[in-house]
């Protein structure tokens, strides 16, 4: 059934999701491709090194392992709304999901600030879709006035099924790895969530008795919106300042990332760095990861550009393997590629003190 075909619903079992088989909302999600990424372990020295992309998914990003098990969820309950706050990705996901649940969609964007491709996919499937002249974080405090007036089911990651969802990814990991894990998990971060979500997958494999050992789970984050690598540096996590947030990484434009506490105690259940990269070494890192005739979107670059400093600082051995987690699609930004390879993208003054490490790229003109 498209139920068993899809790569969140084989592990029903292990998912914690009342969910009548009727109701569940599925487009093949999941069973994403683990990929070798020969040329960038050569040039920083490893034996291994690996790409989850989960920008292989229907939509092209990982958003949505989480939208099945939370529309579905959503559909049992009776909803006939949903809605989201979004940096572009989650509310594609949405929209898509919805629209397979014949439900309604209402997304609200940051205006000028997410990437063409993902604002034509709300529209595309359907959604009511917004653009509020303001950031990430204030579609978020707009969206919860509304959902306190009105019967919409509010699907930001903050709801607990799309966490379920998203730490499959942790045992297809696993699964293509002969159910072993690897050494480091090096993902994203932007609201936090998806680091905690393959957290939780990870430490219930160990709990169970699947896999014998955590791996380390880095979280890296652009240096433009930055606030819980802030807040390791100054208090170890103890406490979180909201920041006024910049990147071209659109995706992860976040001041005030709502589940950071989560995303803190998965760094320290699993002995994982939080490190900030800027945008001359995004960039780069995006270009590296297209020559290995992959491809990302550049919010998923950075965890390259992250393991470049984790292994400078030897947190990351040699010996060791990696997994990187490329959360979007290449195409997702097409502009962004685009600028930088013609040399559009970055100041002159970004660009300039990038001594770069990995002979890879030429730019093209
Ligand atoms: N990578 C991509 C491509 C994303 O779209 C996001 C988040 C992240 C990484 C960060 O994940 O928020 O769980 O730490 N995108 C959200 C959205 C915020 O609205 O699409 P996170």
Known sequence: SPVDRSGVWRFRDLLPIVADE???VTLSEGNTPLYELPRSAEALGLDRLLAKHQG?????????T???????????????????????????ALAAYAARARMQSLVLIPEGKIAWGKLSQAMDYGALTLQLRTDFDGCVQVLSEVVRKAPVYLLNSVNPYRLEGQKTPA???AEQMDWS??????????????????GKGFLEMKSLGITDKLPRISVIQASGANPLYRSMMANGGEHLEPVEANTRASAIRIGNP??????VRILRETGGWCEEVNEA??????????????????????????????????????????????????????????????GELLREEEAAPLKPEIELTRRNT
Not at 181 to 198: K, Q, R, T
């Open 22 to 24: 009727r109701n569940i």
């Open 56 to 64: 292989m998914n229907p939509t092209g990003s990982f958003k949505d």
């Open 66 to 92: 989480g939208m099945t098990a939370a529309l579905s969820v959503a559909k049992e309950m009776g909803y006939r709304w949903v809605a989201c706050a979004s940096t572009g990705n989650t509310s594609a």
């Open 171 to 173: 045992f297809e990991i």
């Open 181 to 198: 894990v690897p050494d480091h998990v090096i993902v994203p971060g932007g609201n936090l969530a998806n680091c905690s979500a393959l």
């Open 258 to 263: 709502a589940s950071w506490r989560k995303a």
């Open 281 to 342: 070494e995004i960039a780069l890192a995006k270009a590296e990861i297209g020559a290995e005739g992959i491809g990302c979107e550049p919010a998923s670059a950075v965890t390259l550009a992250g393991l470049k400093k984790l292994v400078q600082k030897r947190r990351v051995a040699s010996s060791e393997t990696t997994v990187l987690l490329l959360t979007g699609h290449t195409l997702k930004d097409s502009d962004y590629t685009i600028a930088y390879h013609r």
